[in-house]
């Protein structure tokens, strides 16, 4: 039970790391922002004083400006790759979050009412107990007592081949959110080189003096890219190691249960499942 609930902890574990990684991020692109914006502030404040209660009236453009700047450093092209791999690995986090619970996989209530019919020698309302089942645990199951009849091994063999094509699947699922966290870097990777060759390009079409806003935007991009995109590979490489860490002790505990639950036919099986 302690272990259950452990786990149950995790989810908002991970989504606590989330916010702490955004927050980062956050931290390390304000400080360049607001400078930006106050250096902005003062260039064209330089001719005249501003009057003391136009310091809302800044604060305002400040804001607006920083937003600006993010959304013109990314475009519209990055943002919307970046907004689809969130979207996706937020999918795929909730999907296989329930998915790799005990109460999908391997369900108690399953166990005893299954090991209620075999004590009760009713092996054929068992089979149909498990066959109705949609976890793991009874997909295995199942499959054993469908073999039963040729022996304790074929039934085994048969549990443990379904075993792995549902650990297969799971699996599957699980790699898809790893693909996120491979796939979310380097596409900030191409964003950073992207951004540098647009700086590299003002700096070699420029002349003496080449503009310092088109060689900004360049650089900015760069950086900006690079950090949203292991903002969302971070995570996302977390949950995929926690959920697959997950799924093969429940894998596991699915193997030892249901040999156990089959072990009284060791000795002989009986005739019809």
């Known amino acids: 039970m302690a272990f259950t609930a452990s786990f149950r902890i995790r989810p908002y574990l991970v989504g606590a790391l989330l916010l702490v990684f955004l927050a980062g991020g956050l931290a390390v692109i304000d400080p360049g922002i607001g400078r930006l914006a106050a250096q902005e502030g003062a260039d064209a404040a330089a001719p005249a004083q501003p009057a003391a ?11 607006t400006n920083a937003l600006m700047w993010l959304i013109e ?3 519209i092209l990055y943002i919307t790759l970046f907004l ?11 999907m296989n979050l329930l998915t790799a619970r005990r109460e999908s996989m391997c369900p108690v209530q399953l166990i005893q009412s299954f090991e209620t019919c075999l ?12 066959k109705a089942d949609e976890s793991v645990l009874g997909n295995v ?4 007592l469908a073999k039963l009849s040729a022996g304790y091994e074929p039934a085994i063999e048969a ?16 790699s898809y959110i790893n693909l996120v966290a491979q796939i979310a870097p380097m596409v900030g990777l191409f964003g ?5 060759i647009e700086a590299f390009f003002e700096i070699a079409t420029g002349g003496a003096t080449p503009d310092a806003n ?31 860490n997950r799924v093969q002790r429940l894998i596991l505990e699915i193997g030892i249960t249901s040999e156990g639950l089959m072990s009284r036919f060791q000795s002989g099986a009986p005739k019809k499942a």
Do not use: C, W
């Open 53 to 63: 209660g136009d310091g809302a009236a800044a604060g305002g453009e400040k804001s």
């Open 119 to 130: 004590n009760e020698e009713k092996y054929q309302e068992a089979y149909e107990l498990a």
């Open 192 to 196: 950073t080189v992207h951004g540098m």
């Open 214 to 244: 088109k060689l900004a935007d360049g650089i900015s991009k760069a950086l900006v890219t690079t950090l949203i995109g292991l903002a969302i590979a971070i995570p996302a490489l977390a949950v995929f190691r926690i959920l697959y």
């Open 159 to 174: 549990m443990q081949e379904v075993g792995e094509d549902e650990n297969m699947k799971l699996e599957h699922r699980l």
């Open 84 to 94: 689809l791999l969130s979207f996706v690995f937020v999918a795929l986090s909730i």
């Open 141 to 144: 199951l199942s499959a054993g």
């Open 73 to 75: 450093s990314l475009g």
